[in-house]
RNA sequence: CGGGGAGUAGCGCAGGCCGGUAGCGCAUCUGGUUUGGGACCAGGGGGUCGCAGGUUCGAAUCCUGUCUCCCCGACCA
């Protein structure tokens, strides 16, 4: 019987406890590196069907480069590599020996040292780059329209099951284009289809925007993100897109003939989302029973828990009715698990169900077979209703949905009731110490007051809103003016 | 890298100050009674106490060193 640590209590403890305790994933032998256990990546594998689906959708294919870059490619492009430098995990060796002083154990053969290090990519524009040169040439090469579902590498020094780890599953787009337009066009839609995914799929409402120049992507002329609130007043980037302009072009000479046989550098965009959106969806749901899993891509989302009885026939009856149920659901596709487990009570597979974050729990028990109904248990209110078998499979569907708006309309109201403006400094910081979330702000548009402010508050500026309106106004901090208000928050 | 905490059975912990050959709860196994919100009774199995040295007749316990993990901060998606 595992408690489950409580958001009031300890908000942290509470998310490492849903994650372990609701089988996502365990903590591993390596520092800060996790194992995703079959429940987490069974949401993982939904999350990036629909992703992959969407991708195609707007003219994508996968492919997959290299895990490794040489060191020289990967410096290239001077900012990039600047920005990922202090996080590299370097191969430098491609041996082991015995060590001849300590039998049993291996040391590196120092023999088997690499003409040139090798990077395990943090992320992978340096390799591909160096490739898309050798596939553009004209205008008809344009565009690439490129995706890739891979691992990365990033040695961080403080790590947090799925929202940091040092390394991560995610999925990485990677596209040249003729013309800057066509390129600003790509990263505004891939940008679109993030958004799309988290609200649609994921129940969670993200703020688009783009970000300032100290936020922005090592590289990157401009990068634009989603953003979302957790529970605890957080925000969280739960996905990024970036207008490449023409720099990784010339690091790495890709250029094209234009109709008009000039040679131009391509464009570029680049966009991701990782395994972190796990993360954002522990934060955004769930409760102090559990994980609350959106029925669109929860791993199960029905599942029906017997009510067992001795007699052989009754027991009968239960199995030829729940696996009756589980098929017509299983016809709609849903995914349903039929619990028959004998060895586990009701009592038990409830609580842990509700750890898990299944949906939608159907009980069954000769009591209500005898009233041609089922009881029904939808996890994000904890509701139970008696609900006739007729038409069950139905009412299941339309539950599933509800479930999945009323999930979305929950964080929506809580997000929109913390994003608030602030008009003065004590207010900007009080908002920040009390209940967290949006701050509202001007701000003089310098990077110089976007760090102190970061010093004084641990804030940063999660984005400028696209469609932002322009208001005149005075900077929170120094009272320099300012046309338009920003997003502050404290984020993970 | 700084601050804090912890390594004893699969999990969670006690024991340590005061050295005498390891215990509790959960889980597990067997049998039985149970089953509509984390069942109960009886019996059983499971641990070189993170690792390496040292002190001692004897070390989970004392001393020295070392490794690892977690939490908070700096870095970051």
């Known amino acids: ?41 069974g949401l993982w594998e939904n999350m990036r069907d629909v992703l992959d689906k969407m991708f195609k959708d707007t003219g994508h294919q996968n492919a997959y480069f290299p895990l490794f870059v040489p ?34 154990k291996l040391i590196v053969d120092p023999s088997a040292k690499l003409e040139e290090e090798l990077i395990v990519r943090p992320t992978s524009e340096a390799i591909i780059w160096s490739t898309y040169k050798n596939w553009i040439q004209s ?26 780890t040092a390394e991560f599953l ?68 739960a996905g ?11 690091a790495f000479d890709v250029k094209f003939s234009d ?3 000039n040679l131009e550098h391509v464009w570029a965009t680049s966009w991701g989302v990782s395994t972190r959106l796990i993360g954002a969806l522990v934060m955004a749901h769930s409760d102090d029973q559990g994980l609350v899993m959106p029925p669109r891509i929860a791993p199960l989302q029905v599942v029906i828990v017997p009510i067992p009885v001795k007699d052989p026939a009754g027991k009968e009856r239960i199995d030829n009715k729940a696996l009756e149920i ?63 078998l007729e038409g069950l499979t139905g009412r299941i569907e339309n539950l599933l949905t509800d479930i999945q708006s009323n999930l979305y309309n929950r964080a929506l109201a809580f997000r929109n009731e913390n994003i608030v403006k602030a008009y003065t400094w004590e207010e900007f910081v009080a908002i920040l110490d009390g209940k967290g979330g949006f701050v509202s702000a001007h701000w003089d548009g310098t990077p110089e007051t976007e760090d102190k402010i970061k010093e004084m508050t641990k804030a940063t500026i999660r984005c400028i809103p696209l469609n932002n309106p322009f208001e005149d106004g005075k900077c929170i901090l120094t009272g320099a003016p300012s046309k338009q208000r920003v997003l502050f928050a404290r984020a993970y």
């Open 1 to 41: 019987m595992s408690t489950l640590t409580t958001r009031a209590q300890d908000y942290s403890q509470w998310y490492n406890d849903l994650i372990l305790k609701g089988g996502l994933a365990d903590y591993s032998a390596v520092r800060g590196c996790m194992v995703i256990k079959p429940y987490g990546y």
């Open 71 to 104: 060191k020289s490619l990967f410096e290239a492009e001077e900012k990039n590599a600047e920005g990922f430098a202090k996080e590299c995990a370097i191969v430098t060796h491609y041996r082991l020996k015995t060590d001849p002083n300590n039998k049993g």
């Open 139 to 164: 205008y008809r090469d344009l565009p690439i329209l490129i995706n890739q579902w891979a691992n990365v590498v990033r040695w961080e020094m403080r790590t947090r099951l799925f929202l940091r």
């Open 170 to 237: 995610w999925q990485e787009g990677h596209t040249a284009h003729a013309t800057k337009q066509e390129a600003i066009e790509e990263t505004e839609r891939m940008l679109d289809v993030y958004a799309t995914f988290a609200e649609e799929y994921m129940a969670l409402p993200v703020i688009r925007g783009v970000k300032t120049p100290n936020e922005r992507f090592a590289g990157a002329e401009e990068t634009y993100c989603i953003e979302a609130l957790m529970q605890d007043g957080k925000a969280l980037q």
């Open 240 to 250: 990024t897109s970036h207008f490449l302009g023409q720099n990784f072009a010339k």
């Open 259 to 261: 109709k008009d046989n």
């Open 326 to 388: 589980m098929n017509a659901l299983k016809a709609q596709g849903i995914s349903v698990k039929y619990d028959n487990d004998d060895t586990a009570r009701p009592g038990w597979k409830f609580a842990e169900y509700e750890l898990k974050g299944v949906p939608v729990r159907i009980a069954l028990g000769l009591r209500d077979l005898d009233n041609n109904v089922v009881e029904v248990a939808r996890r994000d209110t904890k509701e139970k209703t008696s609900i006739p």
